[in-house]
T-cell receptor, first 117, second 112 residues
Framework: GAVVSQHPSRVICKSGTSVKIECRSL??????MFWYRQFPKQSLMLMAT?????????EQGVEKDKFLINHASLTLSTLTVTSAHPEDSSFYIC?????????????FGQGTRLTVV | SQQGEEDPQALSIQEGENATMNCSYK?????LQWYRQNSGRGLVHLIL?????REKHSGRLRVTLDTSKKSSSLLITASRAADTASYFC????????????FGKGTTLSVSS
C-alpha cells in the first residue's frame, strides 16, 4: 500500500515555542492530506484538511492561527503548532487518501507525540 | 466531528477466543472501514465494506454491515496476543479529498 511518512515521531518543546510536523506521501501524490489530533484513550478528531496550493480547511473549533498548515507540494504537508502551550500536548496524525473509486482507504503517518513543558 | 459510537469501549479476552466489536454511525455512507492502531502509532487499514455489501471476510477478520440499523461489527476469530490494539471504524465517501470520520474505538486486550 501507499506510504505516508510523518516526522518527528516525538517532540518535547518549551511553552511558547513553535513546532513543525511534516507529513510526506512517499510513493504517491496527495493533493489533499488530513491532520488529526488524538488525546489519550480517545479517537481521532479531524483538525483540518490540507489542500495543495490553497488554504487549509479547518474544522469548527480549531484555531487556524494556532495550527498553521502548509501544503506546498503534492507530497508534503506541514502542521506548525505556534506558541505551544501544555494543553496542545497531544498525538498528531496525518493521513492521505490515494483517490479513485477503488482506492478509498486512508494511509496514515506514524504520528507525532507532542509534549509541551 | 465523530461519526458514532463503538462498543464495547474496552474488551479483554484470552488468546484463542473471538472478539466482537460494534460500530454505529449516523449518516448515510458509501462504505465503512475498520482500522487498527497499536499504542502510540499510526493507523493501519484492515478492511473496507461497501454499502451494498452485508458481510466481508479477510483472514481472521469478519465484518458485517447493516445499513438499515446504521451499524457494523468486526469479529476477530482465534485471537492472538498480537491482536492487542485499538480498533476504529471510519466512514467517508469515495473522494480522495474527503476525510474519514472515526468512531470512538474499542481497545482490545488479548492475554496469553
Amino acid at each position: 500500500g501507499a506510504v505516508v511518512s510523518q516526522h518527528p515521531s516525538r517532540v518535547i518543546c518549551k511553552s511558547g515555542t513553535s513546532v513543525k510536523i511534516e507529513c510526506r506521501s512517499l510513493d504517491f501524490q496527495a493533493t489533499t492530506m488530513f491532520w488529526y489530533r488524538q488525546f489519550p484513550k480517545q479517537s481521532l478528531m479531524l483538525m483540518a484538511t490540507s489542500n495543495e496550493g490553497s488554504k487549509a480547511t479547518y474544522e469548527q473549533g480549531v484555531e487556524k492561527d494556532k495550527f498553521l498548515i502548509n501544503h506546498a507540494s503534492l507530497t508534503l504537508s506541514t502542521l506548525t503548532v505556534t506558541s505551544a502551550h501544555p494543553e496542545d500536548s497531544s498525538f498528531y496524525i496525518c493521513s492521505a487518501r490515494t483517490g479513485g473509486v477503488m482506492n478509498t482507504e486512508a494511509f496514515f503517518g506514524q504520528g507525532t507525540r507532542l509534549t509541551v513543558v | 466531528s465523530q461519526q458514532g459510537e463503538e462498543d464495547p469501549q474496552a474488551l479483554s479476552i484470552q488468546e484463542g477466543e473471538n472478539a466482537t466489536m460494534n460500530c454505529s454511525y449516523k449518516t448515510s455512507i458509501n462504505n465503512l472501514q475498520w482500522y487498527r492502531q497499536n499504542s502510540g502509532r499510526g493507523l493501519v487499514h484492515l478492511i473496507l465494506i461497501r454499502s451494498n455489501e452485508r458481510e466481508k471476510h479477510s483472514g481472521r477478520l469478519r465484518v458485517t454491515l447493516d445499513t438499515s440499523k446504521k451499524s457494523s461489527s468486526l469479529l476477530i476469530t482465534a485471537s492472538r496476543a498480537a491482536d492487542t490494539a485499538s480498533y476504529f471504524c471510519a466512514t467517508g465517501d469515495n473522494q480522495a479529498g474527503t476525510a474519514l470520520i472515526f468512531g470512538k474505538g474499542t481497545t482490545l486486550s488479548v492475554s496469553s
